[in-house]
């Protein structure tokens, strides 16, 4: 019986967090929140994560760094509430009142 089995590397986008000048390209954008997760697959399959990792990168280069755990929660949640006022979700003013309460 052949098995094939290896190991992945799956990311999601989770969204912008914040506008900064790139040290690599000199681009100032909004950096991005990302996932990665490194997990084993069976047969091409993705089965099982083993590692797990939040970095936010330059849209433009792909620079970026990794996220320290006591800063995670704070840049999902900006994250998401970025994606919310991207989507047209949210008016200005109700942007505004979240993001004072983060």
């Not at 681009?27 to 990302?34: P, R």
């Amino acid at each position: 019986m052949i098995f094939i089995f290896g190991i992945d590397s799956i990311k999601k986008e989770i969204g912008p967090v914040e506008e900064k000048l790139c040290p690599h390209c000199s681009n100032k954008k909004h950096w991005l929140l990302q996932k990665s997760s490194r997990m084993f697959s069976l047969f091409f399959i993705p089965l099982i994560p083993f590692s797990t990792k939040y970095y936010i990168h330059c849209p433009i280069c792909n620079y970026g760094f990794d996220v320290k755990d006591d800063e995670l929660q704070k840049k999902r949640s900006l994250a998401q509430l970025n994606m919310e006022a991207l989507n047209n979700d949210l008016s200005e003013k109700d942007y505004e009142e979240k993001l004072n309460k983060l």
